[in-house]
């Protein structure tokens, strides 16, 4: 099973913009929808955005139109570019398959990267 490691997060202004990236060990292609979860504290890990093999999204209502999810298949890495930020975008952030889509079985949870919006 592919290792996901998660990697951008920070402290950044409301209105700012932050890139996230999601490196996988191994092959990313293996997987065919990969996704970027949020946890913010005393609330559930909630799926934000993903993005399969081929090119499909699907983004969080919340997320809609600020956030932006991109697949580098040849450097095995998954990016949320995150724009506009507000304070409730403050969780730590995974990435992880999406079962939702076929050949895209869920996996260990990483670290995360903490993304904080404040002033």
């Known amino acids: 099973q592919e290792k996901l490691v998660e990697s951008g997060g920070g402290l950044v202004q409301p209105g700012g913009s932050l890139r996230l990236s999601c490196a996988a060990s191994?092959?990313?292609?293996?997987?065919?929808?990969v996704g970027w979860y949020r946890q913010a504290p005393g609330k559930q890990r909630e799926l934000v955005a993903s993005?399969?093999?081929?090119?499909?999204?699907n983004y969080a209502d919340s997320v809609k139109g600020r956030f932006t999810i991109s697949r580098d298949n040849a450097k095995a890495t998954v990016y949320l570019q995150m724009n506009s930020l507000k304070p409730e975008d403050t969780a730590v952030y995974y990435c992880?398959?999406?079962?939702?889509?076929?050949?895209?079985?869920?996996?260990?949870w990483g670290q995360g990267t903490q993304v904080t919006v404040s002033s």
């Open positions: 992880n398959a999406d079962p939702s889509y076929y050949e895209s079985p869920l996996g260990s």
């Open positions: 993005i399969t093999r081929g090119g499909r999204t």
């Open positions: 191994g092959s990313i292609f293996s997987i065919n929808a």
